[in-house]
């Protein structure tokens, strides 16, 4: 088995511009180009630009593609307006996340799911087993997607297209500014009016694109997809705009202090949806899903632990699996932290029991030896201007 890390189709820009290459769920992408702080304050200043082709992409055709969507996330797809961007969970059987992903749907029952690059290989067998307990005639390939692709027998198309596309992110209050000329709407409005959580097809120097007005990061921002080609031509115009490039460690920050969680530290298969306050992405009324029964009774269960913010004293950052203590009690584990370059303060995510996961709770750190107070607080820790 080849187990080379993939790479990006900008990966010969990021080398080329000092981009600091580490190893990210199978793929060299860049950790960062020059600080992690400087990338960070500078996409909640201006602009920054992100290379996320590592997130897989995978493109739903045919009569029953939403039906296998329905089964197999747990937030409602069938409500979903054609153009609209939702974010859901892909649960076990026993409640337990398998990941957390953002379903897009378009016109015809045609639909497109991102999911985090090192769940790609999972998601894809649970997505096959849904569609055998479901009894659809599937196919599943990987390549470009194709129109003629779904066929007039099969049930659903699904189609791995990661490695044909490129994804770039453009985050900040510049972004919109920065960037929504370069690309051409398929629909007569402007990019710049799109609406949060929403996508359109649009061209960029003529070829096809699709732009979502989605980020991790807290801050308003387009996502693009384009064919594979065209990926470094955009990256190009969009530094060339005034767009920073940004390592995924900035990413990482960013999406601490918006709080919002990530697969691997915040959730995983031991985490419900209700232990980590997504409770908002499970609807039940939708009819029945992979994971609905078992989670039915977990949505009352008092006796798991629960997703908390903790802002911390002093200057260190807590890092993952430090221990939380209440009165000299152990109650939980810090899942993520870092020192925050917007709030210029220690900031971290946490599991603890329900007991103590009450906001405005004094509970303490144990780093590395040092017990540091730190106070339950609600998240996000950020959120954007209005």
Known sequence: MNSAPRHSPLHEWHTAHGGRMVDFAGWLMPIQYTSIVAEHLATRTACGLFDVSHMARFSFAGPRALDLLEYAVTNSVATMPVGQVRYSLVC??????????????????????????????????????????????????????????????????????????????????????????????????HLDALRYYTYTPASFRGTPALVSRTGYTGEDGFEFVVERAAGNALWEALVERGATPCGLGARDTLRLEAGMPLYGHELDETINPFQAGLNWAVKFDKGRFVGSETLTTLRTDPNKPRRVGLQLSGKRAAREGATVLAGGKSVGCVTSGTFSPTFDRPLAMAYLETGHATVGAAVEIDIRGTLVPAEIVKLPFYRRPS
């Open 92 to 189: 076990n059987a026993d409640g337990g996340i398998l990941d957390d992903v953002l379903v897009y749907r378009g016109p015809d029952d045609k639909l497109s799911l991102v999911v985090n690059a090192s769940n790609r290989a999972k998601i894809w067998q649970q997505l096959q087993a849904c569609a055998r307990e479901l009894g659809l005639d599937a196919q599943f390939s990987v390549g470009a997607a194709s129109e003629s692709s779904a066929g007039d027998k099969l049930d659903v198309v699904v189609q791995d297209i990661t490695e044909a596309t490129a994804m770039l992110a453009v985050q900040g209050p510049r972004a919109v500014e920065l960037s929504a000329s370069l690309l051409t709407a398929a629909a007569e409005s």
